[in-house]
């Protein structure tokens, strides 16, 4: 009975996520307020079907009341957060709301299978944090001038990379985090949301050589900081967002080559500097001649998606355990594993829809410190999950970078919700601010030259 429902679990959830997934990409076609209406009603009966079959799965394979009720509970107070959040904030993205949802869900199945005490950490982390972002959007309305601390935020950042330099923890050859007694924190994760609002506050009224210099500095003491703490991963995706972003305020298209170029450059260099690059470079491109050493990660990752196949193994019916650090930098490979590849795939698809509604919302706000913001939060997104995905499955070396909403990390997660619910907020207020406080239209130069009507 009990493999028999695993088995039917799998399939429907593979049929369900696909159907959600076509819904998503028609929320975004030209639909009445009551036909998106009637999608995102779809939408929450999809996920609440997927999650409850695969509760009472994890029921039938551990016979756990823990497990069962923390379950239970984490549904109950997504859901409660999804009914707030819709009655307080009716113009909301919605859609991006339920993705959040599912990622979030998706990601508590699975780290619940790895690990009972870290799915509860992630859980109770996760559910304050949402807690708090249903006031994020009423500060953002209420917040007078946050637009011109920008260089408050560079000097938050800087300091904070500083500490971690200095004191921080080393965790496989970088230094990541800081302990208080029992809490770990990593502060680059936080610092994804100030370093976009210092950029976009530098650059949203002029783009002039000025401003571009010095916002060139001070991301490059950012980035200079991160490499020297050997955080490569957070170093990259720091210099990735400064050139998109950077390249939207001027609309300079010389930006993206130069920077690739420079790229190569500084990955030839760090190649030749940090010994555990090497190490990740070599089990990349041959991890079988490595594999009982440091090619083990990446060929058990490349193992674990084999086994699972298009329709994989069935929760807690793989071996995701055998991948060291799985619930971290190789969550997608446990997912391929036992929810199988078609899955895995879906899971992407939501991904890149939840990059997709982020860059609408940016190009569609008519402030420009909101389009600036929200653009250079939708990059570190984007390159976060292809850092991630693309390591899992041998397309890129691992870079330490885990996945946005369903990777283990309290920081990850409290940071990319706060990061989610400030999109939200200038979605929601985009104008009403700077119209009120200062008059200003504020001006940029660049690629956008239209006016849009807000998103659902």
């Known amino acids: 009975m009990t493999d028999v429902f695993s088995a039917a679990t799998r399939y429907l959830s593979i049929i369900l996520i696909c159907i959600y997934m076509i819904i998503a990409f028609l929320s975004m076609g030209n ?10 009603y779809y939408e929450g009966i999809i996920i609440s079907v997927i999650y409850m079959m695969y509760t009472i799965t994890t029921w039938l394979k551990t016979k756990s009341i823990n497990a069962l009720v923390l379950c239970l509970v984490s549904y109950i107070v997504m859901l409660v957060i999804v009914f707030i959040y819709c009655k307080i904030y009716p113009k909301s993205n919605k859609f991006l709301l339920m993705n959040i949802w599912l990622m979030f869900s998706i990601g508590s199945l699975i780290l619940l299978r790895i690990s009972y005490t870290k799915a509860l950490r992630q859980f109770v982390m996760g559910a304050v944090t949402l807690v708090i972002t249903l006031i994020v959007p009423y500060i953002i309305s209420k917040v007078k001038f946050f637009r011109n601390y920008y260089y408050s935020y560079a000097a938050f950042g800087i300091l ?18 800081l302990s208080f007694g029992f809490i770990s924190v990593q502060p680059s994760e936080f610092i994804k949301i100030t370093y976009p609002m210092f950029i976009a506050g530098m650059l949203y009224r002029r783009a002039d050589i000025k401003n571009v210099v010095i916002t060139s ?11 020297l703490s050997k955080d490569l991963g957070s170093a990259l995706i720091f210099s990735v967002a400064y050139l998109f972003m950077v390249y939207v305020a001027t609309g300079k298209k010389i930006i993206l080559p130069a920077g690739l170029l420079a790229g190569c450059v500084a990955a030839g260099i760090a190649y030749l500097l940090f010994s555990h690059v090497q190490v990740r470079v070599a089990a990349w491109l041959n991890p079988w001649d490595i594999i009982d050493n440091n090619g083990y990660q ?4 490349i193992f674990a998606i084999g086994t699972g196949s298009f329709f994989g193994m069935g929760l807690y019916d793989g071996n995701p355990n055998y991948i060291p650090v799985v619930e971290q930098d190789f969550i997608f490979s446990a997912i391929s594993e036992e929810m199988g590849g ?27 410190f909101y389009k600036l913001t929200c653009f250079g939060m939708a990059v570190i ?10 390591g899992a499955v041998k397309l890129i070396p691992s870079t330490g970078v885990t996945l946005p909403l369903i990777s283990y990390g ?19 207020y985009d104008g009403k601010e700077i119209k009120e406080n200062t008059g200003e239209t504020g001006k940029i130069s660049g690629t956008e030259k239209k006016q849009y009507k807000k998103t659902e």
């Open 31 to 40: 639909i009445s307020k009551a036909g998106k209406r009637k999608l995102f």
């Open 160 to 177: 904070l990379l500083l500490i971690v330099l200095v004191i921080g923890n080393v965790t496989y050859g970088a230094k990541l985090s």
């Open 217 to 227: 500095v001070l991301c490059g003491v950012h980035i200079i900081i991160l490499v």
């Open 298 to 301: 990446i060929a058990q990752s």
């Open 342 to 368: 078609f899955f895995a795939l879906a899971l992407l698809l939501l991904c890149f829809h939840t990059f997709v509604i982020m860059i609408r919302i940016a190009f569609k706000c008519s402030d420009h």
């Open 381 to 390: 997104y984007g390159i976060q999950v292809f850092l991630t995905v693309g």
């Open 410 to 428: 309290g920081s990850s997660l409290v940071s990319t919700l706060l990061m989610f619910a400030i999109i939200q907020g200038f979605n929601i």
